[in-house]
């Protein structure tokens, strides 16, 4: 039977995540009719040498900032290290597959699940259903059959 990991459980934070970045996906939208999928805005910053980087190069930055932010200006209790059961060759064999995944995919997850689906697009919800199914199979059978 499943249980749910009420010392992991972090629903607040979560919550305050996917509003955040909600927002942050429809600000995009709405300013620059871009779609917030960060696979797509890597690749343009490393592909495009026009002054489209500009926001690209300031996206990434603003993301790898933000724990460092979090960390001054959140309460220590909602600050909470990740745990990571898995060995160096597994994250980067995990990492390597949503790479493959997010290009065969044509997008990724936040392009897919949260602008897509926004935008009731067909293609996103079968992209969504696809990676969310093959995660909950894949964790289902790493805990419970291997």
Known sequence: SMQID????????????????????????????????ITGILEGLLTSKSADS????????????APWVAKFILPAELMHTPRID???????????LVGFGTRWGAGCTSGHGICG?????VRSLVATLSFMSTGFITVFVIRHVL
Not at 14 to 27: H, N, W
Not at 54 to 65: I, K, Q, S, V
């Open 117 to 121: 689906l926004s935008r009731l697009s």
């Open 86 to 96: 898995a060995n160096w060759a597994m994250v980067i064999a995990a990492g390597l």
């Open 6 to 37: 009420w010392l992991h459980f972090t629903p607040w934070s979560a919550l305050l995540g996917g509003i955040l970045l909600g927002i942050a996906a429809g600000a995009l939208f709405i300013n620059s009719g871009r779609i917030l999928g």
């Open 54 to 65: 500009a926001w690209r190069f300031t996206f990434f930055m603003g993301m790898f900032a």
